[in-house]
């Protein structure tokens, strides 16, 4: 069964930076077999598509308020997606959710696309 564990949340002032981690395990394919999106879940809020890597060719794709200052990346051999977060701002406050999808060649910020999720990791932005 194919597990994602997030990690990386904090308490960072606004300006700051974080970088998330998802590791992905028990699969016989590697992570290059699965797009694999980060989602946030702010209070009080639904949640919503922050970022996602696609399979094979690793295209990406991002929410408007965090292009230019998120990047998602990938280490196939570390089984690792990460998600580079510069110049945070009080509205990126909110868990950060990692999810996989096998086969997805096209990027997406939908999350109904999405099978396998993990259990969330907190990023809190605040002076």
């Known amino acids: 069964q194919l597990q994602l564990v997030e990690s990386g949340g904090a308490l960072v002032q606004p300006g700051g930076s974080l970088v998330l981690s998802c590791v992905v395990s028990?699969?016989?394919?590697?992570?290059?077999?699965?797009?694999i999106g980060w989602f946030r879940q702010a209070p009080g809020r639904e949640r919503e598509g922050i970022s996602c890597?696609?399979?094979?060719?690793?295209?990406?794709d991002y929410k408007d308020s965090v292009k230019g200052r998120f990047t998602i990346s990938r280490d196939a051999a570390k089984n690792t997606v990460y998600l580079q977060m510069n110049n945070l701002k009080s509205e990126d406050t909110g868990v950060y959710y990692c999810?996989?999808?096998?086969?997805?060649?096209?990027?997406?910020?939908?999350?109904?696309?999405?099978?396998?999720w993990g259990q969330g990791t907190q990023v809190t932005v605040s002076s």
């Open positions: 999810a996989a999808d096998w086969g997805r060649i096209i990027a997406t910020l939908d999350e109904r696309a999405f099978a396998s």
């Open positions: 890597i696609s399979a094979g060719d690793g295209s990406t």
């Open positions: 028990g699969s016989k394919w590697t992570l290059d077999r699965y797009g």
